[in-house]
């Protein structure tokens, strides 16, 4: 949801009101609105809970790309596709942001 990688806050799902406190967000009767957890923290995730790293990114690449059907231009590094992409350290750390090849943060 839009919320993701915000502060605690009130924000709108669906245009419904929302309330993030502490990577929950709750709608007013205090019901589960959705996931403020970024991809990168559910690719961490998963990778901490015995799956390999080489069965994990597909799942955070291409295969949402694929899903929405945007896999022509997104999900993999390759010719002709948008160069958007998340550089991890080792232990999968954020180090960089890129959009069209240029890093951004």
């Known amino acids: 949801m839009r919320a993701t990688g915000l502060s605690d806050g009130n924000y709108t799902?669906?245009?419904l009101d929302v309330t993030v406190n502490d990577k929950h967000a709750t709608l007013k009767d205090g019901?589960?609105?959705g996931?403020?957890?970024?991809?990168?923290?559910c690719l961490r995730c998963a990778v901490s809970m015995g799956i390999p790293l080489e069965d994990a990114i597909p799942c955070a690449t291409i295969?949402?790309?694929r899903a929405i059907g945007i896999d022509a231009h997104y999900g993999t590094?390759?010719?002709?596709?948008?160069?958007d992409f998340l550089l991890l350290d080792k232990d999968l750390?954020?180090?960089?942001v890129y959009k069209n090849g240029q890093k951004v943060k």
């Open 35 to 41: 996931s403020v957890t970024n991809l990168s923290d």
């Open 93 to 96: 750390n954020l180090v960089g």
């Open 63 to 65: 295969n949402p790309a």
């Open 31 to 33: 019901t589960l609105a």
């Open 77 to 83: 590094l390759a010719p002709g596709k948008a160069a």
């Open 13 to 15: 799902l669906g245009g």
